[in-house]
């Protein structure tokens, strides 16, 4: 259900029912793109026929849709090239580089009507008693665009999560000490990068990390950018030295504990929870390790 977190902190009392945030999602929801219209997003129902809104016992999931008009690009150079060597061939001279764009530009134009729509949906998790919002994208760049697309729609203010610790210098200390955090275990890989010019990588995978070589590493100024990690034997996950989780996997003791439901519906809502509950507990306990979160701007 979850792949990636990025973490954010509601930065008022979330005040909004149920009913209330689903109406606001929908003056927001999503329409496909239109006409010259190349990139739109909306919320979308996180399971068909549900509702926009996914609620159980103040944890919320809530799915926001983008999808853009895209034309390949080998078939738009062909095009540029064709116009360019019309403009050659009848004025005698070749187009300069803001008339390229114009060219460019101007051949997306014609081609819209054969260009294809690219759809990504992205997952936001909210813990309402916590003030937390959990998104799941690959980049910061598009949390940052789900976060602001969650102001727009429900003008709930929201900031990244802060650490007094920055990620990287506690990894550092767990690997270079061989210890964990109260309720981890540091598991077996490593990601480490320098701090130099050339930013020299050195990775680890599938072995103990308790080994001198990578003690070595981090004394001559290399730093963890990832590390993989398990919380209290129920989720494993790469947390990264900007505070991310990657590759979230719930393990056997938390999958065995969802509830058996014949209501397709239910079910859903029965993962949904015992997953939330999970995050619930994980993520004070890795601000904790990281010595604290630090007070969010609103």
Sequence with gaps: MFSNLHLYRITEPWGLSTADLA??????AFTPCSGSVTKTQGWVEPRVGGGLVLEVQKQILLNLCFEEKKVPEPVLQRHVAKKAAKMLSEKGYKPSRDQLKAMKDEAFIELLPRAFEAQSTEKVWIDTAAGLIGIDCGSPAKADDVVTQIHDAIDIP??????SMDPSSAMATWLMNNESPDEFTVDREV??????LEKSKVGYASISLER??????LLEGRRPVRLAMTFNEEVSFVLTDKSTLKRIVFLENVNKEIPDEEDEEAAFGAMFLTYAGVLSKLVPALMEALGGEEAAQG
């Design 191 to 196: 990601n480490l990068q320098g701090l130099d």
């Design 212 to 217: 001198e070589e990578i003690r070595q590493h």
């Design 158 to 163: 929201a900031s990244l999560i802060r650490t």
């Design 23 to 28: 109406k606001r999602l929908e003056k927001k």
